[in-house]
């Protein structure tokens, strides 16, 4: 029943940056965690940034100090602020959230496509 639905994806020049945006909509458990992941062809669907509704983050290093993750609980959104970006930031950016009730369960969006490239 629950759905993420990411937005904000794009081509855009090496150093631009790119605002991601996630809604998750049905019955979700108010006490969660929201964020990022970021799969390349070829590599591992790896952690970018994720955002407890207590506002407790955490960032892979690779974006840290360029990336900003932000959430707005009243609507269940997400936000990823993607500046200064890099080649190797391309990848495919699914959005995610965990929840521990009834049941400990992730959910995540279909993804959103992210291309650096000049």
């Known amino acids: 029943q629950v759905q993420l639905v990411e937005s904000g994806g794009g081509l855009v020049q090496p150093g631009g940056s790119l605002r991601l945006s996630c809604a998750a909509s049905?019955?979700?458990?108010?006490?969660?965690?929201m964020g990022w992941y970021r799969q390349a062809p070829g590599k591992e669907r790896d952690l970018v940034a994720t955002?407890?509704?207590?506002?407790?983050?955490n960032y892979a290093d690779s974006v840290k100090d360029r990336f900003t993750i932000s959430r707005d609980n009243a609507k269940n959104t997400v936000y990823l602020q993607m500046n200064s970006l890099k080649p190797e930031d391309t990848a495919v950016y699914y959005c995610?959230?965990?929840?521990?009730?009834?049941?400990?369960?992730?959910?995540w969006g279909k993804g959103t496509l992210v291309t650096v490239s000049s």
């Open positions: 995610y959230c965990y929840t521990p009730y009834p049941y400990a369960v992730t959910y």
């Open positions: 049905g019955s979700i458990f108010g006490i969660n965690t």
């Open positions: 955002m407890t509704s207590g506002s407790r983050t």
